[in-house]
């Protein structure tokens, strides 16, 4: 049986932290919003030690992808094994969601295009221009701009056209 779109969410794992990420996600993408929050009780708190009251889930969605923040302790941590990829239109796409998630973080670990969120949270920011410059079929100009993507942090749309073509 194939899933339809809507049945498929991406659980992320925090350490009490989900709805502050969930609020900082949601205030950075277009056409997204907090659509559920759950509390933990009482019940069970011999196992999850959470003051009831407290969030133990946020449902969120990030322009139509469905996201569940779950405050589920220090027991697991993001690593750079899983990412999302956000396809940028133009160059100052690519500047604002950089600029937006890697805020506060250490520039230089950041690299080709790849930086990691407050939350630990990986993200991919590369312009579809990079990916149709890859896609044109000539071998040696994917590799003239994937050698010039590979010195970069930020993907910078300019110099990869130059890359491109040779320059």
């Not at 659509?35 to 030690?49: N, S």
């Not at 100052?92 to 950041?110: C, N, S, T």
Request: contains cysteine.
């Amino acid at each position: 049986m194939a899933l339809s779109p809507l049945k498929l969410t991406t659980c992320l794992w925090f350490d009490g932290q989900a709805e502050e990420a969930a609020n900082y996600y949601v205030s950075i993408f277009p056409n997204s919003k907090i659509t559920h929050v759950q509390r933990y009780t009482e019940a069970g708190r011999e196992h999850h030690g959470r003051e009831p009251g407290s969030v133990l889930v946020v449902e969120f969605e990030l322009d139509g992808h469905r996201f569940v923040g779950l405050n589920g302790g220090p027991h697991f941590t993001f690593s750079e094994a899983v990412s999302f990829q956000i396809d940028c239109a133009d160059q100052a796409e690519v500047d604002y969601y950089w600029d937006k998630l890697g805020a506060g973080r250490d520039p230089a670990k950041q690299q080709c295009g790849w930086l990691g969120d407050k939350f630990g949270l990986s993200w991919q920011v590369v312009p579809k221009a990079f990916k149709e410059m890859l896609a044109k079929g000539d071998g040696a100009a994917a590799g003239r701009v994937t050698e010039a993507m590979m010195k970069m942090r930020k993907m910078d749309i300019a110099e990869l056209e130059k890359a491109l073509k040779g320059e």
